[in-house]
């Protein structure tokens, strides 16, 4: 009669193991989909959520987490794309102490406090960072460091550097372009200008520096780029300024009153400028 008994109790047993490890793995496979749909959470709040929302989403997991390095590297990234340059600053600074801190981590830690206006503190971190660490962005972080010292020469050098490593390369040809602008090598910067249009035609930032260099050679002219009505009438604006600012005070009406009569709505600015230089005589 033992016999039954001692085989239900094995029959019990072994099935309680086979629970127990069926158990382990089902707890490890959701452990496996939470780091899952965590990784692709984090990516949605660096890209497509609100910075402040992501902010908050970082800040909670940070607390949570403290050790987690991709949760305060997502938190400092936040941050940035929030324009609280002051508090990433603060983040990237402990960030970059760990263990397993990158040299991608040192770059957004310096493009921070650039953006923070801390200058000095941000040459010395790219200081940090191995000639071997050829990015885009450190590159483009060191020209415009360069440009701050006013070393032309090493800024040219990196900006170069910083055009070959991207496939788009608009904002740092801007950038370039109106370092030269500064310089006064108004050509140069024309060239720029144009090249970065050519790059990024809806940016127009540099469609309004290009005019700035053209007004500066006396070329009074909206380069052929394309501009909607709205962008051409304050191309206009802008080249006005520039004939006053050269003097051509009569060139300066006309365009004036051309980016007035352009404008869909009612151009203030322009017809702010416009009755100065009529009251002027």
């Given at each position: 009669?033992?016999?039954p008994i001692?085989l239900?109790l094995?029959a019990?047993l072994?099935?309680t193991g086979?629970e127990?490890i069926r158990?382990n793995q089902?707890?490890?496979?959701?452990q496996?989909?939470?780091?899952v749909?965590?990784s692709?959470l984090?990516?949605?709040?660096?890209?497509v959520?609100?910075?402040?929302?992501a902010?908050?989403?970082?800040k909670?997991t940070a607390?949570?987490?403290p050790?987690?390095?991709?949760?305060?590297?997502g938190?400092g990234q936040?941050?940035?794309?929030?324009?609280?340059?002051?508090?990433a600053t603060?983040?990237f600074?402990k960030?970059?102490?760990?263990?397993?801190?990158?040299?991608?981590?040192?770059?957004?830690y310096?493009d921070?406090?650039?953006r923070?206006g801390e200058?000095?503190r941000?040459?010395?971190?790219?200081?940090?960072?191995?000639p071997?660490h050829e990015t885009?962005?450190?590159?483009r972080?060191e020209?415009?460091?360069?440009?701050s010292?006013?070393e032309?020469?090493?800024?040219?050098?990196?900006?170069e550097t910083?055009?070959?490593?991207?496939?788009?390369?608009a904002?740092?040809l801007n950038?370039?372009?109106?370092?030269k602008?500064?310089r006064g090598?108004f050509?140069?910067?024309?060239?720029?200008?144009t090249?970065?249009?050519r790059s990024?035609?809806?940016l127009?930032?540099?469609?309004?520096?290009?005019?700035?260099?053209?007004?500066?050679?006396r070329?009074y002219?909206?380069?052929?780029m394309?501009m909607d009505?709205v962008?051409?009438?304050?191309l206009?604006?802008t080249?006005?300024?520039?004939?006053?600012k050269?003097g051509?005070?009569?060139?300066a009406?006309?365009l004036?009153?051309?980016?007035?009569d352009t404008?869909?709505?009612?151009?203030?600015?322009?017809?702010r400028?416009?009755?100065?230089?009529?009251?002027?005589?």
């Open positions: 009669m033992r016999h001692v239900c094995a019990a072994a099935t086979c127990k158990g089902v707890e490890r496979t959701f496996d989909v939470n780091v749909d965590e692709n984090s990516d949605i709040m660096l890209t959520a609100d910075p402040n929302e902010v908050t989403y970082f909670r607390e949570e987490q050790d987690r390095t991709d949760i305060q590297r938190l936040s941050l940035v794309r929030a324009s609280r340059f002051p508090e603060v983040v600074a960030l970059v102490k760990q263990k397993d801190a990158t040299d991608d981590d040192r770059v957004d310096a921070a406090l650039i923070a200058w000095p941000a040459e010395e971190v790219l200081d940090t960072i191995p071997t885009f962005k450190r590159y972080l020209a415009m460091v360069a440009d010292n006013k032309w020469k090493k800024a040219d050098s990196f900006y910083a055009v070959g490593l991207t496939t788009k390369p904002s740092v950038n370039w372009g109106y370092s602008l500064t090598d050509a140069e910067a024309e060239r720029l200008f090249d970065s249009i990024d035609d809806k127009f930032t540099a469609k309004n520096n290009l005019v700035l260099a053209r007004g500066a050679q070329k002219t909206l380069p052929v394309p009505q962008e051409r009438a304050q206009l604006h080249l006005g300024l520039s004939a006053v050269q051509d005070v009569e060139t009406k006309n004036l009153r051309e980016a007035v404008h869909p709505q009612h151009f203030e600015a322009a017809v400028s416009l009755r100065a230089l009529e009251s002027a005589g």
